[in-house]
């Protein structure tokens, strides 16, 4: 693909693709000096999604299963710890999206593989498609895995049933499929993903109304827990268990950084939302970013806070089970339960969409949108990703790997290095310090995924298993 260079007049000169390689929607990506303010415009595709709906958008990629892992990792590190690692880990997520957005301001694409083609040619291109391809494959497979799980449990507790029968509607399977068909596929196949703005916003409001209840509860359960069936017998447990902790460090610390990194993610969906987003500078969708991830860092700070003062050390890897163990048949959990299943339900065809792009740009480059394509390759997707939920019992394990390396290289690797690679270095010189900043947070990125994959490592020869990274 050639570029040709056009100067904005601004910081970053901008290269518009003259031949191949990109769908005409993302050819003639422009940046002018409109009266001496930045703008960016787009000459055929113009975005329409407004601000609103693209922070919908981005917060309810943002928000998945990982919520589900937090009370765990803050009983892991304490309160302290884990909030400086949420704050870290959070501004580490929008210096990513800032890294990206300016790549995409040089390159003049919004799209993350035609960074890769830009950074590292072809190998760069298909290495970004594999990458989000089996990132987000990895959450649509956690998302449905909970459908899989949690949907019987919730129509049998409903229908006021004490144990499962071989009825189709309490098969996990049956359902998974019938909730793709009806209200996944139909989501998926909606042409903008700025469409999804509606069912992301009642998305999030489901994990708001998640959130209250895991607030309410705290002041309903008593610590130490009476588990259900039990509750006459006085379990004997440690003076400490019901003490919460401000600094803490165990084994299963090393797990902290996987779980809130993998909750973060959101970075495949960044350069789709901007592409669709009206009147769309670098700066707007800058504070899209910030806003989501603001938003969901509040969120996640006071789930995991709340879910701990509840359960202290008897939080489990997965919330929603720390509470049916406390009551299985509670109305209100059972609420939650499907409220929860709800929300990640909405998330995966905003998940599915990079996939789709990520896939059109490795095997059509160049070709206008078509319906037949658009359709075909999210149900393929969608085949598959049912499949593996049904026919893999170990999924989970399997997306523990992909999620440890994937979310780094999504988060920090990858926009590291494109930043390097795409932004001229006559412009910033590779001594200059937001090179060396770049330089350095992939480096962070190479490093987290190391230690995630050592404690994986580790944890399977000593022959344990565990929930990783929200999969
Ligand atoms: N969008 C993703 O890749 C994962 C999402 N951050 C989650 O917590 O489930």
Not at 10 to 31: I, M, R, S, W, Y
Not at 234 to 260: G, H, R, W
């Amino acid at each position: 693909m050639e570029l040709q260079k056009l100067s904005n007049g601004n910081h970053h000169d901008v290269a518009v693709p003259v031949e191949g390689g990109v769908p005409p929607e993302e050819e003639k990506f422009l940046q002018h000096n409109d009266g001496g303010s930045k703008r960016a415009q787009f000459t055929d595709f113009e975005g329409k999604t407004s601000f609103g709906m693209s922070v919908f958008n981005l917060s309810n990629a943002i928000m998945g299963s990982g919520i589900l892992g937090l009370s765990y990792a803050m009983s892991n590190t304490g309160i302290v710890l884990f909030l400086i690692l949420l704050v870290c880990i959070a501004s580490l997520s929008c210096y990513s999206v800032h890294l990206l957005l300016c790549s995409a301001g040089v390159v003049g694409i919004r799209a993350y593989e035609q960074l890769g083609m830009r950074a590292f040619g072809h190998p760069g291109k298909i290495l970004a498609a594999v990458v989000i391809t089996l990132h987000n494959i990895g959450a649509m497979s956690s998302y449905l895995f909970i459908v899989k799980y949690e949907l019987p449990l919730v129509i049998q507790a409903f229908l006021g049933q004490t144990s499962s029968s071989d009825d189709w509607y309490m098969n996990g399977n049956y359902l998974i499929v019938i909730v793709t068909v009806c209200i996944i596929l139909p989501l998926a196949m909606m042409k903008h993903l700025g469409y999804l703005g509606y069912t992301s916003g009642f998305s999030l409001s489901c994990m708001v109304f998640f959130l209250s209840v895991v607030i309410y509860k705290r002041f309903n359960i008593a610590c130490p827990l009476e588990v259900f069936g039990n509750s006459s017998v006085t379990t004997t447990v440690p003076e400490d268990s019901c003490t919460a902790k401000f600094f803490t460090i165990n084994q299963e610390t090393a797990y902290t950084i996987p779980i809130l990194a993998f909750a973060f993610v959101c970075h495949p969906e960044v350069l789709p939302i901007y592409t669709e987003l009206s009147n769309p500078t670098k700066r707007r969708m800058q504070n899209i970013g910030n806003v989501s991830i603001l938003g969901m860092f509040i969120m996640y700070f006071f789930t995991a806070i709340f879910g701990y003062l509840t359960f202290y050390e008897n939080t489990e890897a997965e919330l929603l089970h720390t509470y049916s163990k406390v009551d299985p048949l509670d109305t209100l959990i059972l609420c939650v339960r499907l409220a929860v299943l709800v929300a990640v339900t909405l998330t995966v065809p905003v998940v599915l969409f990079p996939i789709r792009r990520a896939l059109l740009q490795l095997l059509f480059p160049g070709k206008p949108f078509h319906w037949l394509r658009h359709i075909a390759i999210a149900v393929c997707l969608l085949v598959a990703v049912n499949l593996l939920v049904i026919l893999v019992p170990n999924i989970r394990d399997i997306f523990g790997i992909t999620g440890a390396t994937t979310a780094p290289t999504l988060i920090f690797i990858l926009p590291g290095l494109f930043y390097i690679r795409i932004i001229p270095t006559d412009q910033e010189p590779m001594n200059s310090r937001p090179k060396i900043q770049a330089v350095l947070f992939a480096t962070l990125g190479f490093i987290f995924m190391t230690m995630s994959l050592t404690f994986i490592g580790i944890d399977w020869t000593s022959g344990e298993k565990r929930n990783l990274g929200g999969h």
